[in-house]
């Protein structure tokens, strides 16, 4: 947030007075969204960090801005309430440890090789912190307060991108019991008399109107012949698709389509109720069943081409007068790492981690025209995300190879399994909080060189930077080779020989 903002001008002024959030105080008889706000703040300290920028703003003690916790929890006898984290930043705005003296602190301090270089240019900003569940985010916060019910087996259907949303939101009613028939109104306390406006004969309540009502049972029968399964049994909506699929024995996706089907059924027996009860029109069933054959026929067409359909499943299509035909595997892709032409150098770097957050790391090298390996790096980057060891992977190598060849200006190719990096170091997409440091120190290197290019390579073409990532993760201290380590040699061979790695499409 801009601190010229409205919002923050407003939140200043009205509540702030200047004080961090943390210490301001609610008045007495104060709004009470300001007090309800105070309320939660315990989750923006526990899922937000400092980034430090020129380190003015930043208590070195008592703000977490170094591992996971505030500095002075691990040494309480050194704290003081007034350091800042320009301490330890010198004029040149590099980190500068010369004047900490304690040795535990120190190796303590030694961490901020992990954090980006500050910038005096820049204000410290805070960003949200990596929590065990994920990166905290507004939602992350929402799901820690909310009260949730436990999941129902039925919500991805319900909720799936090929039902219409007007069909999603009477499904979920219907499946909550909740459809409101005459029977709904009167366990409400709405005393009425009664009648189904379909057959005139019963009244009426979801079991009857969706099941039992003779006029709806035509629909029904058209399912059943279409599907070759049982009628539906007389009960709630959710109690009878459940048995209705036990009947079916197509495989997994046709028994999707079924559902969706069922879920049709009802939606368009309802609007015939609809239509009775309001318009006093009578239930057409060769309409109905048009309407669910259209909606199928709609929905099939926007999702169907993502579906694998077995032989059977298709002919169950087909008679719904949807034309489909089997869909071929599609074919594993061959990926390789290509040798630049010379004279340009090809960066493959990788991050890895083992959970996300979890133990990280990131690794990377420098090979020529000839696949020769030129350079080659390995750095633990402790607990973090894994999106964050890609970006120290490429922030890192660079440092690394331009501090070992200060008067090379390019070409250089980078490249990268992340398309998140490649994107964000193209500037089409933004870098976020955490990473918006990396992200200018990177494109601070980038504009010495005179000619640079990064691309996008499958995970399979990019094998020895990931196993140098993976290096990485177990290795405590940074590694740099300027000759292969014996455990990637035989991937660097395929390389340099380009022979080709296959990738499986998902699902196959
Ligand atoms: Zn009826």
Redesign the pocket.
């Known amino acids: 947030m801009h601190p010229n903002s409205c919002w923050a001008l407003f939140m200043d002024t009205r509540y702030l007075h200047r004080q961090p959030i943390w210490d301001a105080k609610p008045a007495r008889g104060g709004s009470c969204i300001w007090k309800s706000l105070k309320g939660l703040q315990h989750f923006l300290k526990d899922g937000t960090r400092w980034v430090v920028g020129n380190g003015e703003s930043i208590s070195f003690w008592m703000d977490k801005w170094l591992g996971n916790q505030p500095l002075y929890t691990l040494f309480p006898h050194l704290a003081n309430n007034f350091l800042k984290v320009n301490w330890i930043i010198n004029e040149s705005g590099n980190w500068d440890l010369s004047h900490v003296h304690d040795l535990d602190l120190l190796n303590t301090l030694r961490e901020v090789r992990l954090l980006p270089h500050p910038n005096l240019a820049v204000c410290d900003s805070m960003g949200w912190e990596d929590t065990d569940l994920g990166p905290a985010t507004v939602k992350s916060c929402w799901n820690s307060i909310r009260t949730s019910r436990p999941k129902v087996n039925w919500a991805s259907l319900v909720w799936h991108p090929i039902l219409p949303p007007r069909v999603s939101l009477f499904a979920w009613r219907a499946f909550h019991h909740r459809t409101p028939t005459d029977e709904w109104a009167s366990r409400r306390g709405f005393s009425l008399a009664s009648r189904?406006h379909?057959?005139?004969?019963?009244s009426?309540d979801e079991c009857?109107?969706f099941f039992?009502?003779?006029?709806?049972s035509p629909v029904w029968n058209q399912l059943v012949a279409w599907t070759h399964s049982t009628p539906p049994r007389q009960q709630p909506i959710a109690a009878a698709l459940k048995q209705w699929v036990a009947s079916i024995t197509l495989p997994r996706t046709g028994r999707f389509v079924c559902k969706v089907l069922f879920l049709l059924c009802v939606f368009e027996i309802w609007k015939a109720r609809n239509d009775a009860k309001f318009n006093g029109n009578p239930p057409n069933t060769p309409h109905i069943i048009n309407n669910i054959r259209r909606s199928m026929r709609d929905a099939f067409s926007i999702h169907g081409s993502k579906w694998q359909l077995d032989p059977q499943s298709i002919r169950l299509v087909n008679s719904l007068g949807i034309p489909s035909t089997p869909t071929p595997p599609t074919p594993p892709i061959e990926v390789k790492w290509i040798k630049p032409k010379p004279p340009w150098i090809k960066c493959n770097i990788d991050g890895a981690s083992k959970g996300n957050p979890g133990p990280s790391g990131a690794g990377g090298l420098f090979r020529d025209h000839n696949g020769r390996f030129l350079l080659g790096f390995a750095c633990n980057t402790k607990r973090n995300t894994n999106m964050f060891a890609e970006f120290f992977a490429l922030y890192r190598g660079l440092m690394i190879w331009l501090d070992t060849h200060p008067h090379f200006t390019g070409p250089l190719w980078i490249e990268s399994d992340s398309l998140v990096v490649v994107n964000t170091i193209l500037e089409k997409a933004s870098a976020t909080p955490r990473i918006k440091h990396l992200v200018e120190i990177i494109h601070s290197h980038l504009r010495t060189l005179s000619l640079w290019h990064i691309s996008h390579v499958f995970r399979e073409g990019n094998r020895v930077a990931d196993k140098l990532a993976n290096l990485a993760i177990v290795e405590p201290t940074e590694a740099i080779w300027n000759s292969p380590p014996a455990s990637i040699v035989p991937f660097l061979n395929d390389d340099a020989n380009e022979v080709p790695q296959h990738r499986f499409p998902k699902g196959s």
């Open positions: 189904c379909l057959c005139y004969q019963h009426e009857h109107l039992g009502c003779p006029a709806t």
